[in-house]
């Protein structure tokens, strides 16, 4: 897998929602996307069994000809807040994900600059067995650990030129003229994308039943940064999509709501409770937007504006929380593939 700067890497979560967005995307967005997805756990299924029918999932969802990155960790030991202790990998975790990957998958495994000797043995395992290389996912504060990031490619026996570098800011805006400099061995990775997610966690506190929009400040970093020639070299883009950097939300008590990405901003509408028989207000919010035609950019642009067309109309259904979110997600990465194929 080899791309430039030209070339999008949605990081996705590895639940239904996401992996019908997947499944749905034709050709002619594809060819610009590679996607980052990290494995989810599940409430009760031992780890065997459901990274087996995940990625049985994803399988027929994106194939087994094309590759794919995979992170492992929220299947870590520790508690989804534990996010640092989890950094540190897992070596039962990672072999169990990775050689169960490799019947279905042509997966590149993501390995962190934390991780313990015991974990990347057993990165250095799949990179040897399968001969795909790896994606080093660092965020900026471990742009100074040169001689770090160096032990960890050689306890892997790699060289960068067959690692993918991921700078991943997570929450927070792109800052690329100051870091693109202090990336080692910048000039030596297969590829280099940079990240944010700044969607946020939670839409509590946002006023019910009508249309706010909240500035995509991830993708206004990236843009800004890499029109001209300013940086030595220019990362691919990637983010969050329309979820935030966070762990896998796990249940919950959600709302009705629909994010649905423009070129500056996200347009976010909120409802009531689904618990509390809500659900049925879909209707009208696909509606609204269907109705906003400098917005909704038609039945045609993605599978899910598809979806959002038909649930507008009578006599359909309002949707359910999980297919709300494929919506969103389908709708989004087909239009950032297209922007940033498209850049200067």
């Excluded at 700067?5 to 594809?30: C, F, N, Q």
């Excluded at 960890?152 to 997570?170: M, N, Q, T």
Aim: charged share 25%; with cysteine; net charge neutral.
């Amino acid at each position: 897998m080899d791309f430039g700067h030209r070339h999008y890497v949605p990081i996705l979560k590895t639940k239904m929602g996401e992996r019908w967005a997947l499944s749905h995307l034709d050709e002619s967005t594809i060819k610009y996307l590679s996607p980052l997805l990290e494995l989810h756990p599940h409430k009760k299924n031992p780890i065997g069994t459901h990274v087996e029918e995940t990625c049985e999932a994803l399988e027929a969802a994106w194939g087994n000809e094309r590759e794919l990155f995979l992170d492992t960790l929220w299947l870590h030991q520790g508690k989804k807040s534990e996010q640092l202790h989890k950094e540190q990998g897992d070596p039962s975790a990672i072999r169990t994900c990775l050689d169960c990957a490799r019947l279905h998958l042509q997966a590149i495994p993501v390995v962190r600059l934390a991780y313990k000797e015991s974990s990347r043995e057993e990165v250095r395992s799949a990179i040897e067995k399968d001969g795909r290389g790896y994606m080093l996912r660092l965020r900026p504060s471990e742009l100074n650990s040169k001689e770090l990031i160096a032990g960890l490619l050689k306890s892997l026996k790699v060289a960068p030129e067959e690692g993918h570098l991921l700078l991943d800011y997570r929450k927070d805006q792109m800052n690329l003229a100051f870091d693109v400099p202090r990336v080692p061995f910048l000039k030596q990775w297969r590829t280099f994308t940079s990240a944010s997610g700044v969607f946020p966690r939670s839409l509590v506190g946002f006023a019910l039943n009508k249309w706010h929009k909240i500035e995509r400040a991830d993708w206004a970093g990236w843009d800004a940064a890499t029109v001209g020639k300013d940086l030595s070299r220019k990362p691919a883009f990637a983010d969050y999509t329309t979820r935030d950097p966070g762990a896998p939300v796990d249940g919950g008590s959600p709302s009705v709501n629909l994010r649905y990405a423009r070129e500056e901003n996200w347009l976010v509408r909120v409802g009531g409770k689904v618990k509390e028989g809500a659900s049925s207000q879909m209707k009208q919010v696909c509606k609204s937007l269907v109705s906003m035609t400098d917005e909704y950019d038609g039945p045609e642009f993605s599978a899910g504006d598809n979806e959002i067309f038909n649930t507008a109309q009578p006599k359909t259904g309002p949707g359910n929380p999980g297919q709300w979110v494929k919506w969103g997600v389908s709708h989004h990465m087909v239009l950032v593939a297209a922007a940033v194929s498209a850049h200067t």
